[in-house]
């Protein structure tokens, strides 16, 4: 059973960093290819997909579509993946998932079949 759990979550200063980490139990990142990402949904809006890694190679996915300020990273040996957020804004305020699914170049992040509860993010002005 794929399963995830993310952490690292807090209430931060804008202008701070954060590293939120994702634990993923069911498979070993060198034994299949899965992409695992990260999406974020704040109150009242809809989920946006961050960025994608795939746990094999260590590619990584729509780097192009988000801020530099974010970045994903993943160490096989912990079978973790990482989300750096830097210079963090009051709008990065969210819950932060991660998520992962085989059948990742096919699907958005926020459309991944298997994702934990979340680690809430609070930035402060």
């Known amino acids: 059973e794929v399963q995830l759990q993310a952490s690292g979550g807090g209430l931060v200063q804008a202008g701070g960093s954060l590293r939120l980490s994702c634990v993923v139990s069911?498979?070993?990142?060198?034994?299949?290819?899965?992409?695992i990402g990260w999406f974020r949904q704040a109150p009242g809006k809809e989920r946006e997909a961050l960025l994608c890694?795939?746990?094999?190679?260590?590619?990584?996915y729509y780097e192009d579509s988000v801020e530099g300020r974010f970045t994903i990273s993943s160490d096989n040996a912990k079978n973790t993946v990482y989300l750096d957020i830097n210079s963090l804004k009051p709008e990065d305020t969210a819950v932060y998932h991660c998520?992962?699914?085989?059948?990742?170049?096919?699907?958005?992040?926020?459309?991944?079949?298997?994702w934990g509860q979340g680690t809430q993010v609070t930035v402060s002005s």
């Open positions: 890694i795939s746990s094999r190679d260590g590619k990584k």
């Open positions: 069911g498979w070993s990142f060198d034994d299949y290819d899965y992409g």
């Open positions: 998520a992962a699914d085989s059948w990742y170049l096919n699907k958005d992040v926020d459309e991944f079949d298997y």
